[in-house]
């Protein structure tokens, strides 16, 4: 049971006002909502990018607080990735740009005609992986982007010079 099942439309629509989440505006008309009325393809699409975008920001926040768990804060309190010795600033921004292009433009690119559907399909199965086995299949998916960034980094590193005066 849901906390809306015993909401009305009126409370509905406040609730999604109050929460600053930006939601489709059809999901806020209240004549639409009594009517009863199916969902149509184009409303389903955008609702799809509309919870996707939170489904990111959820998976973001979730990965900077695990970081958080692992390898502490930096100087300046901020959020890190340590891998070997490179330690790297991370941010929810950087966290969901990863995700954009890593994750879901080959998702939107395989099934071009679903657009965020199919995104919001995946993001909401992972999340139930990780609810009902403990899967860190996506912590362990944004660790290798980052790891093979760092690994970058190492490989790239400018040595200095043997004599410095």
């Known amino acids: 049971?849901?906390?809306?099942?015993?909401?009305?439309?009126?409370?509905?629509?406040?609730?999604?006002?109050g929460t600053g989440v930006s939601v489709p505006e059809w999901m806020l008309n209240i004549?639409?909502?009594?009517?009863?009325?199916k969902v149509t393809r184009a409303e389903l699409l955008e609702f799809?990018?509309?919870?996707?975008?939170?489904?990111?920001?959820?998976?973001?926040?979730?990965y900077l607080i695990d970081c958080k768990k692992r390898f502490g804060v930096g100087p300046n309190r901020q959020e890190i990735f340590m891998h070997e010795n490179v330690c790297m600033e991370i941010s929810r921004d950087v966290i969901e740009t990863l995700l954009k292009f890593q994750v879901e433009a080959p998702l939107l690119e395989e099934r071009p005609a679903d657009r965020y559907i199919t995104v919001m399909q995946f993001y909401q199965m992972d999340e139930r992986k990780r609810e009902l086995d403990g899967s860190t299949w996506m912590r362990d998916f944004i660790d290798s982007v980052f790891i093979d960034g760092a690994k970058v980094m190492i490989e790239s590193a400018v040595k200095p010079a043997k004599n410095l005066h």
């Open 48 to 62: 799809a990018e509309c919870l996707t975008e939170q489904l990111r920001a959820q998976v973001a926040l979730l």
């Open 1 to 17: 049971m849901s906390k809306f099942d015993d909401m009305t439309p009126e409370q509905i629509t406040e609730h999604l006002k």
């Open 31 to 37: 004549n639409r909502m009594k009517s009863g009325d």
